[in-house]
């Protein structure tokens, strides 16, 4: 049984005509101890996707229509308020966007790492634990930085005290919802390193929320691509990487740069990602594929499994257009 089952999930906003829907028949897994990557451009419905998972997206506005969102077997979507409060941050820990703005400025991080010892597991709530959680991301002299402000540490720093947040409570999944955002490339790969190190010796899963497919390959057992609110291609990681199918996760792996390959202008995407409840009809995509077919717009092309363990959402793939 998976950590992690969402079965057909369909999440609105609004009510009656004016209802959008921006989550769409989403089903996902994530096995103990895995590495997911879900991956997409920005409005695709990734953040809104991971706050699902326990319930973070405010209702109302938020509507969950139909579906199941399966922690460990028990359905979150029916779950009362007092255990949603027992899994939020002790089955499963997030680290947000943007450390900056997330941690506050006004309280010392020591103290702050200490309240989500104190919520989860408040027999550990005590600066020795909160030394050994700076020790165990990498923070150097933790000792003298338990004292330290937020605008004490730089960016890196702070998303190492973000993840010492998260780890406090001991979670059995970690949703890094764009994890390396606003950091440079050399902090980039210290965060990438010390999530992979953590899930070996802590044996946790991991959802990894990016846009960027090329920091996916390094850490990722498998990659969900999202668009408009709909997966349309799952695999393996090294699969995905190596042979997309879907003509999105093709655009997309054309647009990041490649060693080795002699410098010139990058491969874009045409278009944007349309706003959620103005999706086009048919496939989600077909405004913006080069390769579209004219029943594209007319055809809502299901997601199926079309070799082991990989899916598409594009009937073509088969027929020699990809």
């Known amino acids: 049984m998976p950590l992690l089952d969402i079965q057909d999930l369909h999440l609105e906003f609004g009510t009656g005509a004016d209802a959008v829907r921006a989550v769409d028949g989403l089903s996902l ?56 409060r027992h899994i939020r941050g002790k089955m499963v820990s997030y680290i947000f966007q943007e450390p900056g703005s997330s941690l506050n400025p006004v ?20 600066d020795s634990e ?28 702070q998303q190492r005290i973000m993840i ?3 780890l406090a409570s001991e979670p059995r999944l970690l949703v890094a919802d764009e994890p390396t955002t606003a ?19 802590l044996r946790m899963s991991i959802l990894l929320i990016t846009h960027n497919l090329g920091i996916v390959g390094d850490i990722a057992d ?14 393996p990681a090294r ?4 042979r997309p199918l879907h003509p999105y996760t093709q655009a997309l792996m054309n647009s990041v740069p490649k ?21 086009p009809s048919g496939c989600r995509f077909h405004p913006r594929c080069p390769k579209a077919q004219p029943d594209c717009s007319k055809k809502v092309p299901e997601l199926i499994e079309v070799e082991p363990s990989r899916f598409v959402r594009c009937p073509y793939w088969s027929h020699g257009k990809l």
């Open 259 to 279: 060693l080795g390959r002699e410098a010139g202008r990058l491969q874009s995407i045409p278009g944007t990602v349309p706003a959620v409840g103005a999706f």
């Open 164 to 166: 010492a947040m998260a």
């Open 29 to 84: 897994t994530i096995a103990e101890g895995e590495t997911l990557g879900l991956v997409g451009e920005s409005g695709c419905g990734k953040s809104v996707t991971a706050l699902s998972i326990t319930r973070l997206v405010p209702a109302p506005p938020a509507r969950y229509t139909s579906g199941r969102i399966l922690l460990d077997g028990k359905d979150v979507l029916k779950m009362e308020q007092s255990k949603l």
């Open 222 to 235: 498998r990659v969900a691509v999202m668009y408009a609110g709909q997966v349309v291609e799952l695999a």
């Open 183 to 201: 950091l440079d490339v050399t902090i980039q790969a210290q965060i990438l390193d010390l999530l992979r190190d953590l899930k070996q010796r």
């Open 107 to 126: 309280f010392r991080v020591g103290s702050q790492i200490k309240e989500s010892l104190q919520l989860h597991r408040p027999e550990m709530a005590t």
């Open 130 to 157: 909160v030394i050994r959680l700076l020790k165990l991301v990498g923070i150097p002299a933790p000792e003298l930085r338990i004292k330290d402000y937020p605008h004490q540490m730089s960016g890196g720093m």
């Open 239 to 242: 699969d995905l990487l190596q």
